[in-house]
């Protein structure tokens, strides 16, 4: 059974940093493109991050570019979102995707929140 398992969400005051991380069970994701999306209040969920099976590619939304690195660790099976210089407008709920054998999975997402 697939399972994605997000975790290191949190507040955090802006200029903060936050390192969320995705544990993925039932399938190894070592073959697999990897992204993180997030979804605002009252806004379409939009992807922010993606990184290639062999972590050699990434790409990024324009509004999270120089602020946000996605990373895999495959032995650990484990993928990555490092966040820094946090803005309000960053908060959001975070999921982890994969597309898979012509199926979408999704995580339970963690919740992000950046406030003074």
């Known amino acids: 059974q697939v399972q994605l398992v997000e975790s290191g969400g949190g507040s955090v005051q802006p200029g903060g940093s936050l390192r969320l991380s995705c544990a993925a069970s039932?399938?190894?994701?070592?073959?697999?493109?990897m992204q993180w999306y997030r979804q605002a209040p009252g806004k379409e969920r939009e992807l922010v991050a993606l990184?290639?099976?062999?972590?050699?590619?990434?790409n990024y939304a324009d509004t999270v570019k120089g602020r946000f690195t996605i990373s895999r660790d495959n032995a650990k099976n484990t993928v990555y979102l490092q966040m820094n210089s946090l803005k309000p407008e960053d908060t959001a709920v975070y999921y982890c995707?994969?597309?898979?054998?012509?199926?979408?999975?999704w995580g339970q997402g963690t919740q992000v929140t950046v406030s003074s």
């Open positions: 039932g399938f190894s994701i070592d073959t697999y493109a």
């Open positions: 995707f994969v597309y898979r054998r012509g199926l979408n999975y």
């Open positions: 990184i290639s099976s062999a972590g050699g590619s990434t």
